[in-house]
């Protein structure tokens, strides 16, 4: 139909023969197509549209054919289109009493039109002449019977002579051989004189014949015709030739157009198609689509689930699919690493660097637990989970997430639930399934506002928090853990009574692990560093310096570094120097230049937050009970990850290779059937299981020990860990220190850029680095090749139904 609609409204464009405009109506038709293929893209295949747009210029090039035809054999010039011609072929204005068969059209008669011809002509000049018009009838006949679309798209595109019926470049080339031919026959038979081979060489550029009595009577003027003859037919080819390329070039952007759109389309969902064509599946009642449920479990530590308090999770893993555990960011923290799980970034790429922080560009201190600070959107970079969706189009729930309220890129979920750590268990089973109740696609009795949302993350505190207040071998954090088990059976018997287990993809996460604390595991920071030389700190069980004169910096390393009685129970890294690569922890200014990082299980803590002497001496019991935030990649740091649903569609129990939690944002966008934005993850689904958690040769989950406790020279297990003979001394400045780089210790705001994503990077030098790259591009273009061919001939419409105080 907009076929038509267009060919109809070429009509128009036709009555005056203009080129240049029709070339204009294709390439604005071109646009318009290309933007009604942006904008239904969902519900149109970009290919058809692009055949459904070259078959309107077939249609329409008949059209001018067909209209060309018309004009030229069927229509009379107008008298100013004879005035204007006769005017380039006389040197001055025409005159009333000058006889010539240019001027014919304005005799008074018929009659009196012929006299003027056949009196200004030889018999032989009529017998051409009537043979001419005989093979023009002829011509013209030939080209009303045949004339199809083929030809139309011929006579468009081929290079034009000045003639208004434009012909291919062979049938050009075979008209000029057989007029050289008739030319040098005629001149073997000495019918024609030179003058006259002068004269019908001239009227076979001008397309007609001339009179005798004006090409004799002035020589002079015949010059001049013939030079403004030649003048007006370059004139004529080169705007010929001009509208050619005006039309060749803009059907060919056109066309570009059309095929990068394509190829966009393709590129965007190159393992699915896009979330509106998704497949959607039905529970019996209401229609889905694609629905994720991410359930984050803070400090739920991955070896919780071998001490048999957590009967649902170890089903949910038999149903589901899973590694033996997942492996957080450094420093592992909630803020970073719940950042970390929504955008994929490290935190040093995200820019939360930790629970607090301090910003030299901006002069400002993150806190956490401080709403008015924490939740402005200058900290948070990158793009979370929700603002993706919906970006997308998808409607998402956040419930309580960190960072869900900072306003992120101006984009704000559809339903968001403000932090409230005394949140019963139960209240956030009846939220889910509350938002999973909401009508869903199809029901046109709700406004959009109320439309069930195909997102919803979930977050858990409790474990977290009765962890820090209890440690994670107590009696009361074992009670905890098996509330949250319930919880998550409550959520899982819901579903099941929806008839939505196999209809919602259900992911359950944590951020990182708990370590047990001790009196005998600290570490008093004016033992190690002059705290007077200390501007800012950053971090918490971790310490970040900053201090007031960076150029001491090296000599407070060199100084840490130094044997100690408490030199083994802690690391120091310059942050620009020697931080492990695996870290991932050196690209942003707010990461503090230098750190002392201690042992699991160990803390570093100032006199005034804990005096361990004056504890020792009155009894007193370090808090909190647990701590994590050490080495990411300790066991008592490891999290969790299972999922089940039809994202993932794996044998039960299956079991996939370790993974760090920068993977998690990939997954959950692909159950999503969204493109995530760039980031250093590169899981995508489906996931390859390795095999079974139930397999002979799988692995077990381990149980880490508990931290032992420290050992002093003497041998005495239990003495004072914070005796040394040798107190920290001032700082001095030191002429010459070691080689050591010379911009360390200073920020470098500018080199904010993303670390690049290789499988192992402290393992692999520069070459392996780059075969990685470019396995990696070959890989994607082989992707898109393939998905292309897939993708090509399918509907891009086609739906189908088938049945108070934060956290550390």
């Known amino acids: 139909m907009m076929g038509a609609f267009h060919v109809f409204a070429l009509q128009p464009l036709l009555s005056g023969m203009d080129l240049a405009r029709i070339g204009l109506f294709f390439v604005i038709n071109g646009i318009a197509t290309v933007c009604e293929v942006a904008i239904w893209g969902h519900r149109k295949s970009w290919l058809k549209a692009g055949m459904a747009w070259l078959f309107e210029i077939a249609l329409a090039t008949w059209a001018v054919e067909r209209a060309t035809l018309l004009f030229r054999f069927g229509m009379r010039p107008s008298k100013q289109e004879d005035h204007r011609r006769a005017s380039l072929l006389s040197p001055s204005a025409p005159k009333d009493d000058v006889s010539s068969p240019r001027s014919v059209s304005s005799q008074d008669s018929d009659s009196e039109d012929d006299e003027v011809i056949h009196g200004a002509r030889t018999s032989f000049e009529i017998a051409e002449h009537d043979r001419a018009v005989l093979k023009e009838e002829d011509e013209r006949e030939k080209l009303l019977a045949s004339g199809g679309v083929g030809d139309g798209f011929r006579r468009i595109f081929s290079i034009s002579n000045g003639s208004k019926v434009m012909v291919g470049k062979r049938e050009r080339q075979k008209q000029k051989k057989a007029k050289r031919k008739a030319m040098r026959r005629e001149r073997r038979k000495g019918r024609l004189s030179r003058s006259e081979e002068q004269e019908l060489m001239f009227e076979l550029e001008d397309g007609e014949l001339r009179n005798d009595a004006t090409s004799e009577s002035s020589g002079e003027s015949s010059d001049i015709d013939g030079q403004k003859l030649r003048d007006f037919s370059v004139q004529e080819s080169r705007s010929s030739r001009c509208c050619k390329y005006t039309l060749l070039h803009g059907t060919a952007v056109t066309v570009l157009l059309i095929f990068l759109l394509g190829a966009y389309q393709v590129s965007r969902n190159r393992r699915q198609h896009n979330h509106d064509s998704a497949k959607l599946l039905s529970n019996g009642t209401s229609n889905f689509r694609p629905t994720t449920v991410l359930i984050s479990l803070d400090g739920f530590r991955a070896d919780f689930l071998n001490r048999g308090l957590t009967p649902t999770l170890n089903s949910f893993i038999a149903e589901g699919i899973s590694p033996r555990y997942m492996t957080p960011s450094f420093p592992s923290v909630t803020f970073p690493n719940h950042y970390t799980l929504v955008t994929g970034l490290y935190p040093e790429s995200h820019g939360i660097v930790g629970n607090t922080f301090w910003d030299p560009d901006l002069q400002e201190e993150f806190y956490y637990t401080n709403p008015s600070i924490s939740l402005q959107p200058k900290w948070w970079g990158g793009e979370p ?59 046109r009795s709700i406004s959009m506002d109320d439309e069930r949302p195909q997102l919803i993350a979930a977050y858990v505190p409790v474990v977290d928090t009765d962890g820090h207040k209890y440690g994670p071998n107590s009696t009361e954090i074992r009670s905890t853990i098996s509330d949250v088990d319930y919880m998550l059976h409550d959520i899982f018997a819901g579903l099941q009574a929806r008839n939505l287990t196999d209809v919602v993809n259900v992911v359950v996460v944590s951020d990182h692990g708990m370590a047990t604390t001790s009196n005998d595991r600290l570490i008093q920071l004016e033992d190690l560093v002059d705290i007077d030389q200390i501007e800012h700190t950053d971090g918490w069980p971790l310490y970040g310096l900053r201090l007031r004169d960076p150029t001491l910096l090296p000599v407070l390393y060199e100084q840490l570094k130094k044997p100690s009685p408490m030199r083994e129970y802690f690391d120091v890294y310059l942050r620009d120097q020697d931080m492990p690569e695996r870290y991932h922890f050196s690209k942003n200014s707010r990461i503090a230049p230098l750190w002392i990082v201690p042992k699991t299980g160990w803390a570093i803590v100032t006199k005034k937050e804990f005096d361990i002497e004056e504890a020792k001496a009155t009894d007193r019991q370090y808090e909190p009970k647990g701590l994590h935030g050490y080495d990411h990649e300790h066991p008592l740091m490891r999290s969790i990850f299972v999922a089940r649903g039809p994202a993932f569609p794996h044998k039960p129990n299956s ?21 995530p934005k760039p980031n250093n993850g590169t899981l995508r689904l489906p996931l390859k299981p390795v095999g079974l958690h139930s397999d002979p040769d799988s692995p077990p989950l381990e149980t880490p020990p508990d931290p032992s406790p420290p050992v002093v020279n003497d041998g005495d297990e239990k003495g004072n860990p914070t005796d040394s003979s040798t107190p920290p001394q001032p700082i001095e400045t030191v002429p010459e220190p070691a080689e050591i780089s010379g911009h360390i210790g200073i920020d470098n705001p500018g080199d904010d850029t993303p670390r690049p994503v290789i499988d192992d990077e402290n393992q692999m030098d520069e070459t392996e680095k780059e075969k990685n790259r470019l396995k990696q591009l070959w890989d994607y273009i082989i992707g898109q090749i393939t998905n292309f061919f897939e993708n090509a001939g399918k509907e891009g419409g086609d739906v189908e139904v088938d049945r108070g105080s934060g956290p550390v």
């Open 655 to 675: 079991r996939v290779d370790v993974f760090q939690n920068v993977e998690v944002y990939n997954i959950i966008c692909d159950t999503l059937f969204i493109t």
């Open 385 to 443: 989970l929700w603002v993706t969706a919906e970006i997308a189009g998808i409607r998402t729930a956040i419930h309580m997430w960190p960072g869900s309220e900072a306003h992120i890129g101006g984009i704000e979920p559809a339903f968001i639930d403000k932090y409230d750590g005394s949140e019963l268990l139960s209240k956030k089973v009846d939220r889910i399934l509350g938002l999973l109740d909401l009508p869903g696609p199809g029901d």
